[in-house]
């Protein structure tokens, strides 16, 4: 942790210390909207037509680790794409 507050320190306001995890969540300014996206696949020189195609690697490897993880906890994933299905109350029923 030392070596990367070293590294971005004139990034860096504060630091917290912590025993547990800590989970940071936020958004990519440059691609987080549809122009941003569009330029950035454009400057790797992909089509926008050919998102699905590259974003398929990015989508096998999540899959393959949540899998993973879910396998090594004992949990049972459930896919639903059944509109009509509400997924918050199969969770209500699967936590009780």
Not at 29 to 56: H, V, W
Not at 70 to 96: C, P, Y
Request: glycine letters at 4%; charged letters at 25%.
């Amino acid at each position: 942790m030392e070596i990367i507050t070293r590294t971005y320190q004139d990034k860096i306001i504060g630091v917290l210390s912590c025993f547990d995890r800590i989970i940071i969540t936020g958004t990519i300014p440059q691609i987080c909207y549809s122009q941003g996206m569009t330029s950035y696949l454009y400057s790797q020189n992909i089509r926008i037509f050919d998102y699905a195609k590259f974003a398929e690697l990015f989508k096998e490897e999540l899959r393959a680790t949540v899998e993973q993880i879910a396998k090594a906890n004992n949990i049972e994933i459930e896919f639903v794409s059944k509109s009509h299905i509400r997924k918050e109350d199969l969770m209500k029923k699967v936590l009780e």
